[in-house]
């Protein structure tokens, strides 16, 4: 018996057409054109289907088509350990000439020579090849060096080769050896039109301007674009040597300060109250309880010290509400903390500074040459300048020079930054460093917490450090005497209830002792010379920006 349901098969655009002017309705303009980009999907797709049908035939004709093809899904699925050994890119060197290696990266750059030969850049990490197939009985195929022509760009690939060694220079890859291709498998296609090509986004501004002379256009990606599409942008050489660098800033400084007798802790990021005063904090509601985020550790790393941990650091996120719309700031980064006992005079914090930040230095100047010259490629930079033992200057001897050089500062102000960068220029100029320590700022621009001088109470027992012009560290000796500690809060409009267990926790003995905080990825940015913070912050999070 014949249903008289409608047939649930799409209807095509023709016949629809003739249904349509057989009842007597007139398409509009908007409709017919709709049915027209229809037919033209459809004819496109039965197209590609043909086209895929042919090359199954081809493929099932190649006697080598079992060396190349898209792996099939199940066997991702962790379905077996072969035990076959891959090697890295990175490893790849005239050293293994003559022998097979199974390698996994992405197609950089695909370029086909005929029909009978191909090129295949493979980057891993950063880290490029070249990978050649050459129609080969036997080995390689006509049809195998079509498929890899058919590759898009940033897809994942499986190779299995030979190592060969040419007798010139390889300039389009950074190891100098070739892969003779004898497999390739497709493990992930990538879109064919990426919203950002990594050639681009590679690009240094020198090669724009210098191309834009010659009267070439070239591709100049601009940054909320790279941060829109940031899992593509930090595949760039620049941006891994970037992160790579920030990875070992963090390793340096924990295995510096553990070796110094520091023990690392965790502070919590929801507090009752603000923990640096002022209203830049992210209010939130904690249990029907108000609440925000912890703009730093410092509450709970000093409590820490009166546990009796003598000397402690933390590497943990920081979170400041503030509208600052600069290149130096962000409203959540990592936050590399220090705290400790002091014995007799705070200058015992900026020795710890000292030693670290010249030790940190060292290590990537010796460790990280391969990253810093990526970084270089693209964000050009000198090395950094910094004396074996680091400048000590007091605030009134840096105003004096500001006042010498023609800039006058209120003496029992802050320096905003223009004045901290024309500093940092008198520095260079006066003593050959970039990387210098001003202290004994005024009490009045420091937080609650911040001890006065001894001999005179506007001054306080505090330090900023500074790196090629611009602040990246500050610190100080804290009030340790609860009755003072509460006096300094009130007279910085901080509600006292919200700290109390803080205040309460130098009640009970209390000793003297300092410490210090500093961005990770301002050290980063400025050791680096980069022009942006948002460079040195993987998914930055600024006033505008809280995704990706």
């Not at 191309?211 to 891994?240: C, H, M, S, W, Y």
């Not at 040459?369 to 050009?380: G, T």
């Not at 901290?420 to 520095?427: A, D, F, H, I, P």
């Amino acid at each position: 018996m014949a249903s008289e349901e409608p047939s649930q098969n799409p209807t095509n655009p023709e016949d629809q057409s003739q249904n349509e002017e057989g009842s007597g309705k007139k398409l509009s303009k908007k409709e017919a054109a709709k049915l027209e980009r229809l037919r033209k999907r459809q004819e496109a797709a039965a197209a590609a289907a043909a086209t895929n049908i042919s090359s199954m035939a081809i493929d099932a004709a190649d006697p080598l088509a079992e060396n190349y093809g898209e792996t099939p899904l199940d066997d991702l699925k962790s379905k077996e350990i072969s035990g076959r050994k891959w090697t890295e890119v990175k490893e790849l060197n005239e050293g293994l000439k003559d022998q097979d290696v199974l390698i996994r990266g992405r197609c950089q750059a695909i370029r086909a020579v005929g029909k009978k030969m191909a090129f295949v850049v493979v980057r891993e990490r950063g880290f490029t090849v070249q990978c050649i197939l050459t129609v080969t009985p036997d080995v390689v195929s006509a049809q195998m060096v079509k498929f890899a022509t058919s590759l898009s760009r940033e897809s994942i690939v499986d190779i299995e080769g030979v190592i060969s060694v040419p007798a010139t220079t390889i300039t389009g890859a950074t190891q100098q050896v070739e892969v003779q291709v004898r497999k390739l498998y497709c493990v992930n296609k990538a879109i064919p039109t990426l919203p950002i090509n990594i050639e681009d986004a590679a690009r240094s501004e020198e090669e724009i301007e210098k191309a834009l002379k010659a009267g070439e256009q070239l591709v100049r990606v601009n940054q909320d674009t790279r941060l829109n599409f940031r899992v593509l942008d930090i595949r760039t050489p620049a941006n891994q040597g970037i992160f790579r660098i920030q990875c070992q800033v963090e390793n340096i400084f924990r295995q510096f300060l553990l070796s110094e007798g520091f023990v690392g802790i965790h502070t919590p990021k929801l507090i009752a109250g603000s923990s640096e005063g002022g209203s830049a904090v992210f209010k939130l509601d904690y249990k029907g309880q108000p609440a925000c985020l912890a703009q730093s550790p410092q509450l709970h790393k000093q409590m820490a010290i009166c546990g009796d941990f003598g000397r402690v650091f933390e590497i943990g996120p920081v979170f400041r509400a503030e509208d600052s719309f600069t290149h130096r700031h962000l409203c959540e980064f990592t936050g590399l903390d220090v705290e400790m006992e002091i014995k007799e005079h705070y200058s015992e914090v900026m020795d710890i500074v000292d030693r670290l930040f010249v030790t940190m230095f060292d290590s990537l100047n010796d460790t990280c040459r391969k990253e810093l010259e990526a970084i270089n490629a693209q964000y050009r930079f000198k090395p950094l300048k910094y004396l074996r033992k680091t400048l000590r200057l007091t605030f009134e001897e840096g105003i004096r020079m500001l006042k010498e050089a023609g800039v006058e500062i209120d003496p029992l102000g802050d320096l905003n930054m223009e004045s901290e960068r024309k500093l940092g220029q008198l520095v260079l100029e006066k003593y050959d460093t970039e990387f210098y320590i001003l202290h004994r700022y005024p009490l009045a621009v420091r937080p609650f917490y911040t001890m006065p001088c001894y001999e005179n109470p506007l001054y306080s027992n505090s330090f900023d450090v500074f790196i090629r012009g611009e602040e990246i560290i500050s610190g100080a000796q804290r009030v340790h005497v609860p009755e003072y500690l509460t006096e300094r809060a009130q007279a910085c409009g901080i509600d006292v209830k919200t700290i109390s267990t803080y205040i309460d926790s130098f009640r009970y003995g209390a000793p003297p002792h300092g410490g210090f905080g500093v961005g990770l990825e301002r050290v980063v940015m400025l050791f680096c010379a980069l022009n942006n913070i948002r460079k040195s912050s993987l998914f930055p999070r600024d006033p505008q920006r809280i995704a990706p």
